[in-house]
């Protein structure tokens, strides 16, 4: 009996299953499954473009150079800091997002850095018409003649393209709208990208020729999403964002060549994206104002502390529906819980307040190190008193009313104090260096916390260990 040729793959998640099924059993989503054929081996045959490795023999591990091929750093450190340092020769960077994101302009500004630097590009683009591409390149500051547009979506012709030219960098976009002929189904289907990126993967090896991969996300799962893309590529990167506000991150989530912890900040603007180096600078930039309800918090993206500011509005209504909780940028069951613990441990009641809380700049916080700054911020709002000025609150919130440890005190501390924030509240018992300039007052509890948070400042250097215990 030959064996089965077809099984079925998640276009969202890349899970498969031998049947098909109308939800998927790996990720849960419906309607997902696709058919996807299976390459037989041809015995004794080597597939086109196979990967020229070394030969397969044992090396000593002293012997291999820690770097085969300088990577090539673009403009942007941001861009260089996910990426691991620079462009690694001869991989494959998968950069994915949802559509409008920003994709497709994130990668011409690494094609026109390259194409500065002396560096020829091959930019193929299978979504939009070549002059759409140059209007694009205009808007961001250069038409250089080291970019060469090829408005293609047979895979083969792209291959030759990339082979014959040998470029410094080559982009796909997207890996959804090129297809293999040697293989049945549409573009995007998972077939076809899987396929399509294996290819690019050996040929990208093959030549030393770096490859960066645009992928769709989507929700419906009408096209393969880049996670079924995730373990043949090199690197994933996912540009995340709201699309009506500024700021970008670039995210990787995961990297043979660097940490997958990274993150690099970029903000849309006119003429495109811009770095920001220094996005906590950018996500306090309207925090000069205090007023009741907002409170800055120090949360770790990767390796990195970001300042942000945590907005609540809490609304008392006079009606018989259930209340409201709206949380933008953070899970609301974390709201549920936070607001929960207020009721109890601090006295206060919210049971009748609409309560929605805002975290600026579009960011996701998913830390519960700012736990106790979201609760100072519904406690702030409620009792109507602003938070003093160059406060800045850090610390895990435990269901007993207790602050809990966070890891990286230091770091974040850090941070605030370079930002010229002037007083942290922290949790007790927390080990870390004080940098100069900032005023750490150690919590035990929500409620010393409240009372800690509303005292007028201390002289510098002298700590409050045992904060009043005061509810208003
Ligand atoms: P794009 O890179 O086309 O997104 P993707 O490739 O991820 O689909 O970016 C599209 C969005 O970016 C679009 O909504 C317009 C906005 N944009 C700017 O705001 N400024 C600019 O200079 C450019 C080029 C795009
Ligand atoms: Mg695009």
Redesign the pocket.
């Known amino acids: 009996m030959p064996k089965s040729t077809v099984t079925f793959m998640c276009s969202e998640c890349g899970g498969e299953s031998l049947r098909w099924a109308g939800q998927c059993p790996h990720c849960h989503a419906w309607n997902t499954l696709q058919e996807f054929q299976v390459r037989k081996a041809t015995p004794g045959r080597r597939p086109p473009e196979a990967p020229v490795f070394a030969p397969s023999r044992p090396v000593r591990l002293s012997d291999i150079e820690s770097e085969a091929a300088p990577r090539r750093r673009l403009a942007w450190g941001e861009l260089n800091r996910v990426l691991g340092g620079g462009v690694v020769p001869g991989s494959v960077v998968l950069v994915g997002?949802e559509?409008?994101?920003?994709?497709?302009?994130?990668l011409m500004h690494a094609a026109q850095q390259v194409a500065a630097g002396g560096g020829r590009v091959i930019y193929a683009s299978g979504e939009e018409s070549p002059q759409q591409v140059r209007m694009?390149a205009a808007?961001?500051g250069s038409v250089s003649a080291e970019i060469l547009l090829l408005a293609e979506n047979d895979l083969d012709t792209i291959c030759e393209a990339i082979r014959a030219e040998s470029p410094q960098l080559a982009i796909v976009d997207s890996i959804q709208t090129v297809s293999d002929a040697g293989f049945e189904g549409s573009a995007g289907s998972v077939t076809q990208v899987r396929e399509s990126a294996a290819r690019l993967m050996r040929l990208a090896k093959e030549i030393g020729v770096p490859i960066f991969l645009?992928g769709h996300v989507t929700k419906d799962g009408s096209i393969a999403g880049p996670r079924v893309l995730e373990h043949i590529v090199d690197t994933v990167l996912y540009?995340e964002g709201d699309?009506r506000q500024e700021l970008r991150i670039l995210r990787a989530m995961k990297n043979r060549f660097g940490s997958a912890e990274e993150i690099g900040v970029f903000a849309?603007?006119?003429?495109?994206l811009e770095e920001v180096p220094d996005p906590s600078s950018a996500l306090l930039g309207s925090a000069g104002v205090s007023s009741p309800g907002t409170a800055v918090v120090v949360v770790l993206e990767g390796t990195r502390p970001l300042l942000i500011e945590i907005q609540s509005l809490v609304n008392k209504v006079n009606n018989n529906y259930p209340p409201r909780r709206i949380a933008s940028g953070m899970d609301i069951n974390r709201l549920h819980m936070i607001i929960a613990v207020l009721e109890k441990r601090a006295s206060i009641a919210l049971g009748q307040s609409d309560i929605f809380v805002n975290v600026a700049g579009g960011i996701h916080i998913t830390e519960p190190a700012a736990d106790l700054g979201l609760a100072l911020s519904i406690h702030s709002n409620t009792s109507d008193r602003p938070l003093p000025d160059g406060l800045v609150v850090i610390g895990e919130l435990g269901l007993a009313g207790e602050v809990r440890r966070v890891g990286q005190l230091e770091r974040r501390l850090h941070e605030a104090a370079r930002h010229g924030l002037t007083r942290a509240l922290i949790p007790a018992g927390a080990k870390a260096g004080r940098p100069a300039g900032l005023e750490v007052v150690e919590v035990r509890s929500l409620a010393e916390a409240i009372s800690a948070a509303f005292l007028p400042p201390i002289p510098s250097g002298a700590f409050i260990k045992e904060a009043e215990v005061s509810v208003t």
């Open positions: 997002g559509p409008g994101v920003g994709k497709s302009t994130l694009r808007r961001l645009v540009l699309r849309m603007g006119e003429a495109g």
